[in-house]
């Protein structure tokens, strides 16, 4: 399995970016896909998950309220939306996939992509 993140860059406070997240994977809808960030001196931490079907997401309170995680399994494709971003935002975020469990915690993911870095100017 192989994971290819896009769609980081610079943006001011305030601002969006969407991410996309592409899976090589026969059966994509059997794991559950995680986002993780992780910034400079820290761990890598939770930012949304979304189950295989689609049907059950969730945020770490970090993000939620400004943050949309979605998947399109036609596509073999997850997508993070992050809106009004903040420069504690600022990290290389992450895609994960997990055949078992939710994909919430990053001991469970099974696959990861190589990241793509997210900076918010202030």
């Known amino acids: 399995v192989q994971l290819v993140e896009s769609g980081g860059g610079l943006v001011q406070t305030g601002g969006s970016l969407s991410l996309s997240c592409a899976a090589s994977?026969?059966?994509?809808?059997?794991?559950?896909m995680g986002w993780f960030r992780q910034a400079p001196g820290k761990e890598r931490e939770f930012v949304a998950a979304i189950s295989g079907s689609g049907v059950s997401t969730r945020y770490a309170d970090s993000v939620k309220g400004r943050s949309t995680i979605s998947r399109d399994n036609a596509k073999n494709t997850v997508y993070l939306q992050m809106n009004s971003l903040k420069p504690e935002d600022t990290a290389v975020y992450y895609c994960g996939a997990a055949l078992l469990g939710t994909a919430t915690i990053a001991t469970s993911i099974d696959y990861w992509g190589q990241g793509t870095q997210v900076t918010v100017s202030s």
């Open positions: 994977v026969r059966t994509f809808s059997n794991y559950a």
